[in-house]
T-cell receptor, first 116, second 115 residues
Framework: AQSVAQPEDQVNVAEGNPLTVKCTYS??????LFWYVQYPNRGLQFLLK??????LVKGSYGFEAEFNKSQTSFHLKKPSALVSDSALYFC??????????????FGKGTTLSVSS | EAGVVQSPRYKIIEKKQPVAFWCNPI?????LYWYLQNLGQGPELLIR????????DSQLPKDRFSAERLKGVDSTLKIQPAELGDSAVYLC?????????????FGPGTRLTVL
């Protein structure tokens, strides 16, 4: 079965420092991987995706993610955190061999808190 | 372009009452999803539509939940009767028809509280 794990409930970083939000996945075929961000009382916003190609994917708001097939990971990163990056982050996966549908499987989310 | 619109944003009802949520997807998006997000959890799919056809409703509790997308645009999700455990955020999302790996665009959600 497909699954996504976000091992950290919360990540705390100081503004200006690099940040990493971890994600590991389990799928039966090639993965399609996504990161979304959710601000309070708002819907999820797409940040970036990995389909194929370069392992380093660049997305919105200066975020990037590194796909590592051997470690089945897709960690979200940013070189310099901003206070405004504080939000709830979700990793999601879709199994490319899943012919039943295109729904995403989400992790439980990681709260990022950036202090000034 | 306008995003995914959902209404109401908040709903408080007593248990055993019916409730309905409405979603208007992004224009041109033929795939529509309803997700359930419990507190502290990621969204979980309830139902997916391709145009007006429900193509994946395996996770929809059909004894009390129903959904429709009659003209392949707007969609309504209904709960009847609501139970205390239905308190959650109900998210609607849509995606374009150009491929299964295209990103989904989410609405702000409807926060349901069942008393």
């Amino acid at each position: 079965a497909q699954s996504v794990a976000q091992p950290e409930d919360q990540v705390n970083v100081a503004e200006g420092n690099p940040l990493t939000v971890k994600c590991t996945y389990s799928v039966s075929g090639n993965p399609y991987l996504f990161w979304y961000v959710q601000y309070p009382n708002r819907g999820l916003q797409f940040l970036l995706k990995y389909i194929t190609g370069d392992n380093l994917v660049k997305g919105s708001y200066g975020f990037e993610a590194e796909f590592n097939k051997s470690q089945t990971s897709f960690h979200l990163k940013k070189p310099s955190a901003l206070v405004s990056d504080s939000a709830l982050y979700f990793c999601a996966v879709r199994d490319s061999f899943n012919q039943a549908g295109t729904a995403l499987i989400f992790g439980k989310g990681t709260t990022l808190s950036v202090s000034s | 372009e306008a995003g995914v619109v959902q209404s109401p944003r908040y709903k408080i009802i007593e248990k055993k009452q019916p409730v309905a949520f409405w979603c208007n997807p992004i224009s041109g998006h033929n795939t529509l999803y309803w997700y359930l997000q419990n507190l502290g959890q990621g969204p979980e799919l309830l139902i997916r539509y391709e145009n007006e056809e429900a193509v994946d409703d395996s996770q929809l509790p059909k004894d009390r939940f129903s959904a429709e997308r009659l003209k392949g645009v707007d969609s309504t999700l209904k709960i009847q009767p609501a139970e205390l455990g239905d308190s959650a955020v109900y998210l609607c999302a849509s995606s374009s028809p150009s491929g299964p790996y295209n990103e989904q665009f989410f609405g702000p959600g409807t926060r349901l509280t069942v008393l």
